[in-house]
């Protein structure tokens, strides 16, 4: 199958749901085994909840997703501000970050929930609720290549990704730091999923901050730290992960 008819199909037909049904025969055995075995345990059939595909040989995880939380976090650990602000990366690891500095979460769908040391605030990344110059921590992770192509609900806009990078410039404060991470590889935009950009790209459209670091998760899923930005030419998708500072 080509990725064009990938892409098209796997929205209205996953075939790995297909391909669960072959295992539901092992799944009725091990069910009437459990039934033979359980002495106090009642399992009624309208209670069962077959999960068919979870028993793989290694634990699955998604290395962009992975690699950038464990980044961030060691990166704040070892800049230690007094404050961190976030802007529309994974609830999951703003969540644990919460536990290590005093997290506000800015996201167009406010985030519901009531945790010590995080606060959630309502806005967008192309007009933050922030003064210029004012925050010294501030990360958004896989966001930017999403903004203005309408899947999460913002306008369409073809400069919504120049827009909030320019937004998340403006507020970094002198000494500042930005944590950013977005697709790398063959510059295009996928439309209505995201944006892949060159890291020159990025670069570019922050004139203002000074590229501290830069990181790299490449194709194959492999985190490449600390390296040259250049190391993403060719690559098809992978994540780029860069700290930026304003002098």
Same mark, same amino acid.
């Given at each position: 199958?080509?990725?064009?008819?990938?892409?098209?199909?796997?929205?209205?037909?996953? !075939?790995? %749901? +297909?391909?669960?049904?072959?295992?539901?025969?092992?799944?009725?055995? #091990?069910?009437?085994?459990?039934?033979?075995?359980?002495?106090?345990?009642?399992?009624?059939?309208? /209670?069962?909840?077959?999960?068919? %595909?979870?028993?793989?040989?290694?634990?699955?995880?998604?290395?962009?997703?992975?690699?950038? =939380?464990?980044?961030?976090?060691?990166?704040?650990?070892?800049?230690?501000?007094?404050?961190?602000?976030?802007? =529309?990366?994974?609830?999951?690891?703003?969540?644990?970050?919460?536990?290590? +500095?005093? +997290?506000?979460?800015?996201?167009?769908?406010?985030?519901?929930?009531?945790?010590?040391?995080?606060?959630?605030?309502?806005?967008?990344?192309?007009?933050?609720?922030?003064?210029?110059?004012?925050?010294?921590? +501030?990360?958004?992770?896989?966001?930017? #290549?999403?903004?203005?192509?309408?899947?999460?609900?913002?306008?369409? /806009?073809?400069?919504?990704?120049?827009? =909030?990078?320019?937004?998340?410039?403006?507020?970094?404060?002198? %000494?500042?730091?930005?944590?950013?991470?977005?697709?790398?590889?063959? #510059?295009?935009?996928?439309?209505?999923?995201?944006?892949?950009?060159?890291?020159?790209?990025?670069? %570019?459209?922050?004139?203002?901050?000074?590229?501290?670091?830069?990181?790299?998760?490449?194709?194959? =899923?492999?985190?490449?730290?600390?390296? /040259? !930005?250049?190391?993403?030419?060719?690559? /098809?998708?992978?994540?780029?992960?860069? #700290?930026?500072?304003? !002098?």
């Amino acid at each position: 199958m080509s990725q064009l008819a990938r892409r098209w199909l796997l929205p209205f037909f996953d !075939p790995r %749901g +297909v391909a669960r049904l072959a295992r539901l025969p092992g799944y009725f055995a #091990e069910f009437r085994a459990f039934q033979r075995m359980a002495k106090s345990d009642t399992v009624r059939l309208a /209670d069962t909840h077959p999960c068919l %595909g979870d028993r793989t040989t290694a634990t699955a995880f998604d290395p962009h997703y992975f690699y950038q =939380g464990a980044w961030l976090a060691r990166r704040v650990a070892s800049s230690k501000p007094a404050a961190h602000v976030d802007v =529309g990366s994974s609830v999951m690891m703003i969540s644990v970050l919460s536990a290590q +500095v005093p +997290v506000t979460f800015v996201d167009i769908r406010p985030l519901q929930t009531d945790l010590a040391d995080l606060t959630s605030i309502s806005g967008t990344i192309t007009a933050l609720p922030f003064a210029s110059l004012s925050q010294g921590s +501030v990360s958004c992770l896989h966001v930017i #290549e999403h903004i203005g192509l309408g899947r999460y609900g913002d306008p369409i /806009d073809a400069d919504g990704a120049r827009k =909030g990078l320019a937004e998340l410039q403006r507020v970094i404060a002198p %000494g500042g730091r930005l944590y950013l991470s977005t697709p790398v590889g063959r #510059e295009r935009v996928c439309f209505n999923a995201h944006r892949v950009f060159a890291p020159e790209s990025i670069i %570019g459209l922050l004139p203002a901050l000074t590229l501290a670091a830069f990181s790299l998760v490449n194709d194959e =899923g492999r985190l490449i730290a600390n390296c /040259d !930005p250049a190391r993403a030419r060719g690559l /098809d998708y992978g994540c780029g992960l860069f #700290e930026f500072v304003r !002098p």
